[in-house]
């Protein structure tokens, strides 16, 4: 092959029968994500445009590969962090990200959709990557807060005004507060800053558009690579929609009452002292003005508003069990997770029981890579939680969808019943012939925890388990918070590997430190079928070891992070308890509407 069809062969094929233009010069077909690291001093690498609709690489990035220096200037560590030193390393180059694109065929798209929609086309509550940031449903106002917050509506900064402070309310809306050692003016500030937001954001949602400005950050619809455009939902179509790139205005447009200036991207004033007598009821009734708010089509509860953003997956469904996978994809992933690494971790366990020698520290590193395995293996798809623990958290501070909840724990538990099983028959000559000359304690160890020494007390087993997850949990929130310093693409699954391994010499001896209630519950069930019936369930370590130690712990670990380091609105403990009333009183509704309660039902009319 000559070099004129090596390069022909080597960029990511775009479908011609779209007639689409590629959305990135570097990942043809995947958009180019706003996190993905971009250095200033070097030149992007670009891909030339071919006549046959095919792209080749620049002929910079052609000279490297070939080995011939490129004339592009050298450029130092310092300059690719912008001075931002960190422990945990620069961030990836784009040339480091080209590096790792496969060849793609011409037509694969075209027979496999889903693979050119971007990664991020969900939200994925994953231990490999940075967690996602979601909208809670605590924190959109409902319809009839909107409504009562619109008749009652309050001027910029009022509060603060109220106590005599002299604030600017767009400081006030960017979370520029004073230090002060008064709680009542912190509180105050905090408050304004608060509906400032909550009413600019929802503005912009109600009126049709789709990008909102946070922190500096833009947060945009996940749009498919396909330009098929999507369909509106049954109440969106009758709210007034921003046309893109402008439009005139009309009648209509003219006689809807715009937004006031606050509610808009215009920089906000200070507004000054006015007398209350001076101030017109319907003046107050016109600043927090919603367009199509009052129609009828408008849900009750505004976060469909924000969840219909989020638009459907593209799969590729070949054969029957394909639509199967596909609906239960996640669980899958996550079962299989579980039986690799379980499987693995009480091999590992039985090899060094059954020998009758060897380091225990063998164990804890078969444990933590085995976590990396299962972590590499359903981390882009599930997650790989791979602990119920670990699901529960993330449910708690970080909004993972409570729904998939018990689909997750039956995962788990199945994969960790169905590890044992597979562990014990692998094992089942070696473990006869152990039992022939000892008893059955060390084999029923290797499977599950327990008090591994008689001068163990209950509370030292628990603290053991509780403190071993707490610390689990708060690497986990800080290797997802992407404000902090997430590692490389693919690290997080090896950092987590090796704090299991640590948490494991640090924490087994004990009690062999399950931090995870399905791995020790599992196991105990899978003994008892095969006839391990003694003492499994005797010592009441099983329940407040595994479960409530380390499900107490985990809530504790996110605490601690969330309370000490993490900034986002997400976490309950960064916003008031207000949010979490909400959040009751709209999953109160939700269950009501599906239970038909509260709803008249029609009367039985008798045939004559």
């Known amino acids: 092959m000559d070099a004129e069809e090596g390069n022909l062969r080597r960029p990511r094929a775009m479908s011609g029968a779209r007639g689409e233009a590629p959305t990135s010069p570097t990942r043809s077909g995947r958009e180019l994500r706003d996190d993905d690291a971009v250095s200033p001093t070097r030149p992007f690498p670009t891909i030339d445009e071919t006549p046959d609709g095919l792209r080749r690489r620049s002929s910079a990035a052609r000279s490297r590969r070939s080995g011939v220096p490129s004339l592009a200037p050298r450029t130092t560590l310092a300059q690719r962090t912008a001075g931002k030193f960190t422990l945990a390393g ?25 693979y050119e929609q971007p990664s991020n086309a969900k939200p994925v509550w994953s231990l490999a990557k940075p967690l996602p940031r979601v909208v809670r449903p605590g924190m959109v106002p409902t319809k009839e807060e909107l409504l009562e917050k619109r008749a009652n509506a309050q001027l910029p900064a009022e509060n603060s005004q109220r106590i005599g402070l002299d604030v600017d309310p767009n400081d006030l809306e960017q979370g520029r507060i004073d230090k002060t050692t008064d709680p009542r003016k912190m509180a105050a500030q905090v408050e304004d800053a608060r509906l400032q937001r909550e009413a600019n954001f929802m503005n912009k949602v109600l ?25 509106p939902s049954q109440w969106e179509d009758q709210l007034s929609i921003v046309q893109e790139g402008g439009s005139q205005a009309t009648d209509e447009d003219e006689d809807r009452p715009k937004p006031p200036d606050y509610l808009t991207d215009d920089p906000l004033q200070t507004v000054p002292e006015v007398p209350e007598h001076v101030i017109d009821d319907d003046d107050l009734a016109a600043k927090m003005e919603f367009p199509g708010l009052d129609h009828a089509t408008v849900p009750e509860d505004l976060h469909p508003l924000i969840q219909d953003l989020v638009e459907d997956e593209i799969h590729n469904n070949h054969t029957t069990w394909s639509v199967i996978r596909t609906h239960h994809r996640e669980a899958l992933a996550e079962a299989l997770a579980v039986f690799v690494q379980l499987t693995i971790g009480f091999c ?72 044992a099983l597979l562990a014990y028959g692998i094992y089942y000559e070696s473990i006869t012939e152990y039992m022939s000359t000892n008893v059955d304690a060390g084999i029923i160890t290797s499977f599950v925890t327990n008090q591994r020494e008689t001068w163990i007390s209950p509370a030292t087993a628990f603290f053991n388990e509780f403190i071993g997850t707490a610390f689990l949990v708060v690497t986990v929130l800080a290797l997802g918070d992407d404000q902090n310093a997430p590692p490389g693409a693919g690290m997080s699954s090896l950092i987590i590997g090796l704090v299991i391994t640590c948490l494991c010499m640090t924490f087994g001896y004990q009690t062999g430190a399950a931090f995870n209630p399905s791995r020790d519950f599992g196991p105990r069930l899978a003994l008892l079928a095969l006839g391990f019936g003694n003492d499994l369930f005797l010592n009441a370590y099983w329940f407040y070891g595994p479960w ?61």
């Open 207 to 231: 009126n049709g558009e789709t990008t909102t400005s946070v922190g500096g950050r833009r947060s945009r619809r996940y749009s498919r690579t396909s330009n098929r455009p999507r369909r």
């Open 548 to 608: 409530v130690g380390a499900v107490s712990g985990g809530f504790f670990g996110g605490f601690l992070y969330d309370m000490f380091i993490f900034t986002g609105g997400e976490s309950p403990v960064n916003y008031p308890l207000e949010r979490t009333q909400r959040a009751i009183k709209k999953s109160r509704m939700k269950w009501k509407q599906r239970l038909h309660i509260g709803k008249q039902q029609p009367k039985s009319v008798a045939m004559p």
């Open 348 to 419: 590992a366990d039985l090899s060094v029981t059954v020998a009758n020698a060897g380091n225990p520290n063998t164990t804890s590193w078969a444990w933590g890579l085995a976590t990396m395995m299962g972590i590499y293996i359903s981390g882009g798809i599930s997650g790989a939680h791979m602990n119920p623990a670990i699901t529960i958290i993330l449910w708690f501070y970080r909004g993972f969808p409570k729904s998939k909840m018990p689909e997750y724990f039956a995962a788990q538990f199945l994969g960790a019943f169905c590890a």
């Open 90 to 114: 620069p961030d990836d180059t784009p040339q480091m990200a080209l590096a790792h694109e496969p060849f793609v065929q011409p037509g694969y798209a075209d027979l496999n959709p889903s």
